[in-house]
T-cell receptor, first 114, second 114 residues
Framework: GQQLNQSPQSMFIQEGEDVSMNCTSS?????WLWYKQDPGEGPVLLIA?????ELTSNGRLTAQFGITRKDSFLNISASIPSDVGIYFC??????????????FGKGTKLTVNP | DGGITQSPKYLFRKEGQNVTLSCEQN?????MYWYRQDPGQGLRLIYY???????QKGDIAEGYSVSREKKESFPLTVTSAQKNPTAFYLC?????????????FGPGTRLTVL
């Protein structure tokens, strides 16, 4: 099946630093979604992107839908300890037609040192 | 409050027993999904349902069964045929074909088979 390559797998940063992570695919996607998962909890939707080139912010988080429609980026500015968690990208492939299934990346584990 | 509930949060079962995980949503969503998450891994789709009384196999359906008799409920049964059932199980829902691809997750059920 289709796969999303999410990188980096993990990040260790100091509080106050900016963070950047990305997802890439070999095929075109119609939708890109970014989720955050805290330990032992379900993922929470952070940002949804629906148009190529779209840049959307949610507080200190900014995500972009790549122009090629094959990638997406998530940036976190001025990180704080509560940013700790696993960030997942997900996308809806253009080849999937009427199916609502998403393809998920394997996640980026973020650790923030106070 | 609108949302997705999963119960119980923790579940212990003996090997060879079937177990049913509950998922309920009051978001009036048409589509519902079941994912499995193993430590350090992404989300793998078990089953999904785009409308009441209909469901499709995901990527790892073997050893699992579902039903969708009501719009708000999508229970998952982990059968004794599932060779490695210990995992974190996540239920999600989305508006369906009439809306976007955003999926919203429940808090998860951690199943441990002894």
């Amino acid at each position: 099946g289709q796969q999303l390559n999410q990188s980096p797998q993990s990040m260790f940063i100091q509080e106050g630093e900016d963070v950047s992570m990305n997802c890439t695919s070999s095929s075109i996607f119609n939708t890109w979604l970014w989720y955050k998962q805290d330990p032992g909890e379900g993922p929470v939707l952070l940002i949804a992107l629906y148009k190529a080139g779209e840049l959307t912010s949610n507080g200190r988080l900014t995500a972009q839908f790549g122009i090629t429609r094959k990638d997406s980026f998530l940036n976190i500015s001025a990180s704080i300890p509560s940013d700790v968690g696993i960030y997942f990208c997900a996308g809806h492939p253009s080849t999937q037609g009427g199916s609502e299934k998403l393809v998920f990346g394997k996640g980026t584990k973020l650790t923030v040192n106070p | 409050d609108g949302g997705i509930t999963q119960s119980p949060k923790y579940l212990f079962r003996k090997e060879g027993q079937n177990v049913t995980l509950s998922c309920e949503q009051n978001l009036n969503h048409d589509a519902m999904y079941w994912y499995r998450q193993d430590p350090g891994q992404g989300l793998r789709l078990i089953y999904y349902s785009q409308i009441v009384n209909d469901f499709q196999k995901g990527d790892i359906a073997e050893g699992y069964s579902v039903s969708r008799e009501k719009k708000e409920s999508f229970p998952l049964t982990v059968t004794s045929a599932q060779k490695n059932p210990t995992a974190f199980y996540l239920c999600a829902s989305s508006i369906g074909a009439s809306g976007g691809n955003e999926q919203f997750f429940g808090p998860g059920t951690r199943l441990t088979v002894l």
